[in-house]
Nanobody, 123 residues
Framework: QVQLVESGGGLVQAGGSLRLSCAAS????????MGWFRQAPGKEREFVAAISRSGSNTYYTDPVKGRFTMSRDNARNTAYLQMNSLKPEDTAVYYCAARNFAAEIRTPNYNYWGQGTQVTVSS
């Protein structure tokens, strides 16, 4: 089992930046890809970004390309999501995810989830 805990959310003005962290514990040696998802009020959860096990490959949804950067520090068992040039439409609960099976980075299936952290961007 892997446990994930997100942090770093908050309230920021449009154009500002936030850095989310996702701390993993438990059987972190079994983790493969990690990802970030988000869910806005009244909407379904959507994919935001993913990173390979080594951290060498990343993949982003089009609306965040060029603004968000995902990274991971395997020595610290932590993944990050640097969010720049934030927009009101980025407002959502952000969830960290991980999986313990190998899959192509664009595969949306994950079996471990954090509890989420709220990001609110004011206009």
């Amino acid at each position: 089992q892997v446990q994930l805990v997100e942090s770093g959310g908050g309230l920021v003005q449009a154009g500002g930046s936030l850095r989310l962290s996702c701390a993993a514990s438990g059987r972190t040696d079994t983790m493969h890809n990690m990802g970030w998802f988000r869910q806005a009020p009244g909407k379904e959860r959507e994919f935001v970004a993913a990173i390979s096990r080594s951290g060498s490959n990343t993949y982003y949804t089009d609306p965040v390309k060029g603004r968000f950067t995902m990274s991971r520090d395997n020595a610290r068992n932590t993944a990050y999501l640097q969010m720049n040039s934030l927009k009101p439409e980025d407002t959502a609960v952000y969830y960290c995810a991980a999986r313990n099976f190998a899959a192509e980075i664009r595969t949306p299936n994950y079996n471990y989830w954090g509890q989420g952290t709220q990001v609110t961007v004011s206009s």
